[in-house]
């Protein structure tokens, strides 16, 4: 599932880690979703919930292994993989019929490149680096984003895999992975409303421990976004193996 603060890009926009992943014998099935206004929450989590059922339904077409499903996604499209996976019963996410006539399929993991998993703590990041006047271009795209993509602060709390957590709703908790950049001021922040004293990678995965789930933290010493925009970088190669090596472990 592709990135792209749930508003921009297309199914094409991580083909290194695509390609990485399939000449490590891993079938990937990267589907387009509604973005934007068009697919404001909840509705993109509903055409990915419905990708999934159509890949179990196909899956025999690609030589894949219609049991053997697992997610992954960068940025916000790590947000909405992580959100269906812990919630895959959801009717809302679940409301498109599936092709097969089938239920939810629950994958067997989730490998996230430096999700959004706390959407209302990003946006409240973004909103004050914004009203501080940083010279940086991405407080005001990732405010817009957060403008059109969801239809309140309200929203944010609810679809927010950090504070489902936080709130102990029942959960399905798969193994999951995060691969982090550790020069990432976008994705890797101190959340200042709750006085976190640590980032939001470690913080989710203490929480999602918690709620009995295996979580992998990777980080990696580059640059923002690496391991999808910079293919000849060797941090780059070595998260590419990880992640494979995660999904061959799980799937």
């Not at 059109?148 to 908790?173: H, Q, S």
């Amino acid at each position: 599932l592709h990135g792209g603060g749930w508003c921009i890009f297309d199914r094409t926009r991580d083909r290194i880690v695509h390609e990485a992943l399939a000449r490590r014998g891993i079938v990937v099935a990267a589907p387009d979703f509604r973005t934007g206004e068009e697919g404001a929450y909840p509705r993109q989590m509903a055409d990915a919930h419905y990708a999934l059922r159509w890949l179990r339904a196909n899956a025999r077409r690609f030589n894949a292994d219609p049991q053997r499903i697992g997610l992954t996604g960068s940025s916000s499209g790590g947000h909405v993989a992580m959100l269906i996976a812990m919630r895959p019963h959801d009717p809302r996410y679940a409301a498109i019929p599936s092709p097969d006539g089938g239920g939810p399929v629950v994958p067997r993991c989730v490998a996230m490149l430096w999700p959004v998993v706390n959407p209302l703590g990003r946006y409240r990041y973004a909103t004050k680096a914004l009203e501080s006047g940083l010279k940086a271009d991405w407080p005001p795209k990732i405010v817009g984003y957060h403008h059109r993509f969801w239809p309140d602060v309200a929203a944010m709390e609810e679809g927010n895999p950090m504070l489902i957590l936080e709130r102990g709703e029942k959960i399905v908790a798969p193994p999951a992975m995060w691969i982090q950049s550790t020069r990432d001021d976008v994705h890797n922040y101190h959340d200042e409303s709750v006085k976190a004293a640590v980032p939001e990678t470690e913080r989710f995965a203490a929480l999602y421990r918690k709620a009995g789930g295996i979580m992998d933290l990777e980080n990696f010493d580059a640059p923002l976004m690496f391991a999808t925009d910079l293919a000849d970088l060797p941090a780059t190669a070595e998260a590419h193996e990880r992640l494979a090596d995660f999904i061959h472990r799980h799937v």
